[in-house]
């Protein structure tokens, strides 16, 4: 049984924005599996499903990026879903737009939804999957520029890059995470 997990904040005014990455690569997952987030619970939307003959759940935390672990460990002890069975897909400020990183474990890195969950899994040993949506240009915030609606000429490689995050998810439902991530790394 597999877990994925995509980062991301609830509401519609967050759409398209580059710190809900997470949430457009499960509902990439979930479109292409045939798969319905129509389930709340849990502090979440989520949906199961078989790829490839492995039970999957896709969640989307909606607690807010900053307490994505309030959604994640309930639904973890719940459905008895290990550690090694998870993976988070986020979004990464030192990654160029459109560009993957596949990671076994690591710190948060400055990222409020990864503190959150090492918090609440008690570990930094969960497989993840970076998105880049580069750095903030023309002295924009940080927080302005994550919660900010891509630039027109990233739009392409974004679109690209969730395809990507979809093709890796899918391969791990066969493969084990590390053989995956010398794949797409």
């Avoid at 750095?135 to 900010?148: A, F, H, I, K, S």
Wanted: hydrophobic share 35%; proline share 4%.
């Amino acid at each position: 049984m597999k877990l994925i997990i995509g980062l991301g904040n609830p509401g519609s005014k967050y759409d398209g924005t580059r710190h809900n990455i997470g949430f457009d690569c499960v509902d990439r997952c979930a479109e292409e599996w045939g798969i319905a987030l129509d389930q709340s619970k849990f502090k979440g939307v989520f949906g199961k499903g078989v790829v490839n003959g492995e039970k999957v759940f896709l969640l989307k935390p909606l607690t807010y990026m900053n307490l994505s672990g309030e959604s994640v460990r309930p639904l973890m002890d719940y459905y008895q879903i290990p550690i090694e069975d998870i993976v988070v897909i986020y979004d990464d400020l030192d990654l160029p737009a459109g560009k993957i990183r596949l990671r076994q474990k690591g710190s948060a890195g400055g990222h409020n939804g990864i503190k959150s969950l090492i918090s609440h899994l008690g570990t930094q040993e969960f497989n993840r999957i970076r998105v880049g949506i580069d750095r903030p240009r023309n002295g924009e915030t940080v927080v302005n520029y994550v919660l900010g609606n891509y630039y027109p000429e990233e739009i392409e490689s974004v679109r690209e890059s969730v395809e990507l995050v979809a093709k890796a998810v899918e391969a791990w439902t066969t493969k084990p995470f590390l053989e995956v991530m010398n794949q797409f790394n």
